[in-house]
């Protein structure tokens, strides 16, 4: 189905946390959180939120969203600030992933490397990207599968993959007919499949894991509104979530 955010009109959403009933609307430019009912798009409520970059999903239901200048992680339950960690490391955060056990991934593009944080804030893993791992074409979008297997993938769909010790056991190439354009996004679904935000091409594509082309969507789920520009993509057990132009999306599970 598709649900149209009137609301954003003007501002784009940068990035999508599902959170039970509800999506956490990050909106950067305006430094604006948020709170829409999943199949209504009903605003619930709304707050600010400095320098917000990405966010995750938390397993308790609550949204962790990274942000810059202090680089920070702040966790919210239906819009209440729960916890704060400012974290005293020297990067350039670009994206945020979690685990089930409440650990945090961040992505540095400064040093080109994976920070793995504890709920705590404590460091508990660093993982240094070569050449090798497209660590010059670096777009730094991250995931985490449910076997805390770590994915990244840069600017050119080039994604390694790294298993939970760090230790890198996989890499492959998002190859299509036709070029690629702007790789941002990646999520994986509840298939364990891949979903990559192929922005300027209007489409997101689906992959297996191991790097198997199964598909595409290049349309809304109603069939009549093609998805412009995709500017943001999340997913939970129920949907794939795209924000495409102020018209979120709402794709199935899987391609036929």
């Known amino acids: 189905k598709e649900v149209y955010f009137w609301p954003f009109s003007n501002y784009?959403?940068?990035?999508?946390?599902?959170?039970?009933?509800?999506?956490?609307?990050?909106?950067?430019?305006?430094?604006?959180?948020?709170?829409?009912?999943t199949d209504t798009g009903e605003v619930e409520k709304e707050f600010s939120v400095k320098n917000a970059l990405s966010?995750?999903?938390?397993?308790?239901?609550?949204?962790?969203?990274?942000?810059?200048?202090?680089?920070?992680?702040e966790v919210y339950n239906r819009g209440k600030l729960?916890?704060?960690?400012?974290?005293?490391?020297?990067?350039?955060?670009n994206s945020l992933a979690a685990d089930r056990d409440g650990n945090?991934?961040?992505?540095?593009?400064?040093?080109?490397r994976i920070i793995k944080i504890s709920n705590d804030g404590r460091e508990m893993l660093n993982i240094e990207?070569?050449?090798?791992?497209?660590?010059?074409?670096?777009?730094?979008?991250?995931?985490?599968?449910?076997?805390?297997?770590?994915?990244?993938?840069?600017?050119y769909g080039n994604f390694t993959v790294f298993n939970k010790e760090g230790r890198?056991?996989?890499?492959?190439?998002?190859?299509?007919?036709?070029?690629?354009?702007?790789?941002?996004?990646?999520?994986?679904?509840?298939?364990?499949?891949i979903y990559i935000m192929d922005r300027d091409?209007?489409?997101?594509?689906v992959y297996t894991t191991g790097g198997k082309y199964l598909g595409r969507f290049t349309q809304g789920s109603n069939r009549k509104n093609r998805m412009y520009y995709p500017g943001a993509i999340a997913s939970d057990d129920r949907?794939?979530?795209?924000?495409?132009?102020?018209?979120?999306?709402?794709?199935?599970?899987?391609?036929k």
């Open 82 to 93: 729960m916890k704060k960690m400012v974290l005293e490391h020297t990067c350039v955060p």
């Open 129 to 155: 990207l070569t050449e090798k791992d497209g660590a010059l074409n670096w777009g730094g979008c991250l995931a985490v599968d449910g076997g805390e297997n770590i994915y990244i993938c840069d600017n």
């Open 12 to 37: 784009p959403v940068n990035a999508i946390i599902p959170s039970g009933q509800n999506l956490y609307l990050l909106q950067k430019t305006i430094d604006r959180c948020t709170i829409a009912k």
């Open 104 to 112: 945090f991934y961040v992505s540095d593009t400064k040093l080109a």
């Open 239 to 255: 949907y794939i979530y795209v924000y495409a132009i102020n018209i979120f999306t709402y794709l199935p599970i899987g391609v």
């Open 168 to 193: 890198r056991t996989a890499g492959w190439k998002a190859e299509l007919a036709g070029k690629l354009n702007y790789y941002r996004m990646f999520v994986i679904g509840p298939d364990n499949n």
């Open 55 to 73: 966010g995750a999903a938390l397993s308790d239901g609550s949204a962790a969203i990274l942000c810059d200048n202090p680089m920070r992680i």
């Open 201 to 205: 091409n209007h489409r997101i594509l």
